[in-house]
């Protein structure tokens, strides 16, 4: 990562970094291991997820906020896992299916007899070699996470948001992995691999910011969608700078092979662009400061972003000083 795109942040993240209590962080990544293991995620992982969520989440929340933030990551990791091992788009289908049952009836018993209705293209409890997990596992999962976001939150008129914005991410996500076996996004600008790109990496910024507490979040999510996206472009690119090389190994999209022939002057790019989309969130989050009531907003989308921006320069998601 460039100095200017880090340095910009790091005062903040010191700040940040400054709320969290050991003893709170060690009791939430221990709340998370099983979930860890069930994702096929290591200790490691498990513990930059609860950190994660720690500092993302302002403190008055984080009792309620952090632990469903944390279990969406590691969901997430699930997911990253198990559509990095498919062979064919198969699997991917039925994840998306299976996802989009589950979240649209968190309360149902969901098991391999109940998808049968759903005649998969593929074993819902089979777990590829490398995999992690299983489609199932990860369909109650999706369950999970919608019932601690009704539990925490309660019946906020955000709810059908969470549902509508988890279920498009994870298509967002199962469309990314078609680029494995389709080189058409070899011919994308890097405008047009932002539009997809920023969609499936912005499961944080679900688990976070639709638990607002701001009456009118609803009726102006289209607003507020668009900021949320400008953060999300942010973090794909910052993901994408610090995974090129695995990403080049397993033939994986990644902004620096479509912004420009030349690695290096591809790299500057996406940086320059780091700096753009910052600029412009910023600029817009500023229009939104007279209202006192976009504050927790304005401050979690930061708190993604800035955190989002160290942990990345550091390498692939890790914890500073960890």
Known sequence: MSEDNVSYWQPAFAGWRAELNDEQTRSLVASLGERGLAYGQSSDRT???GYYALLTTQ???RANLAYAAAHMILWMYGIDLLLDTCTSMAPAEDLLRVVTLATSN???ELTAESLAALDLQTDPTMVNPGAGCSILTLGQGAQQLVSEVAAHYGSLAAGPLFVREFNLQVAAEVMESRWRFDA???GYSLD???ELGAASIAAIHYASL???PYPR???EWGVLRSLVWLSAAVCRLANDVATVERDREEGRANALFVAAPDEEAARELVLAKIVELVATMESRLADLAADPQYDYFAEMLRRVTGTTLVLYDAG???IPGA
């Open 184 to 186: 058409r996004w070899h």
């Open 59 to 61: 403190p008055a929340q």
């Open 210 to 212: 639709l638990a607002v």
């Open 316 to 318: 692939d998601f890790v």
């Open 217 to 219: 979040l609803a009726e």
């Open 192 to 194: 047009q691999y932002l």
């Open 47 to 49: 513990q930059a997820a």
């Open 106 to 108: 968190p309360e149902a």
